[in-house]
């Protein structure tokens, strides 16, 4: 079941792009961004309460918290770049190189979570660097 919520995500990233680099028409790209995460913490917030999810605020660790507020700041700095990075250029020109994110990913945690790296594993991170160097290169 967890693979389909990982099409919906794709699906939503995919549709992300698109509809930002459309309203950032004419707005600063700094702007684009704060407007889509309030839209986001708006959204996140309203489901959290509905299913009475906060609760689990009071158990969180000294280390959850340290980790999230990081995790946070790493996102609110992805989404500037990449908006900006919409801002300048075509999505077709951005989306490839933002998935770059997929094989680092895959970098990271084997080098920081100890997760292990099998030759399929391996072979789709190559395929996806070299994918985006085929569809970046001019």
């Known amino acids: 079941m967890w693979w389909v919520y990982a099409v919906l995500s794709a699906i939503f990233a995919a549709l992300t792009a698109i509809f930002a680099k459309v309203g950032m028409a004419n707005v600063n790209s700094n702007l684009a961004t704060a407007i889509r995460t309030?839209?986001?913490?708006?959204?996140?917030w309203s489901i959290v309460?509905?299913?009475s999810e906060a609760k689990g605020i009071l158990t969180l660790s000294k280390q959850n918290i340290i980790f999230l507020v990081i995790s946070g700041v790493a996102t609110g700095l992805?989404?500037?770049?990449?908006?900006?990075?919409?801002?300048?250029a075509d999505v077709s020109q951005v989306a490839p190189i933002d998935k770059l994110s997929l094989a680092l990913t895959i970098i990271l945690s084997v080098t920081f979570l100890g997760e292990s790296l099998t030759l399929k594993t391996?072979?789709?991170a190559l395929l996806i660097i070299g994918g985006t160097v085929v569809l970046i290169w001019k």
Do not use: D, H, N
């Open 122 to 124: 391996a072979i789709g």
């Open 78 to 88: 992805s989404w500037m770049f990449y908006f900006k990075a919409l801002k300048m």
């Open 38 to 44: 309030v839209v986001v913490l708006i959204m996140i």
């Open 49 to 51: 309460l509905f299913r």
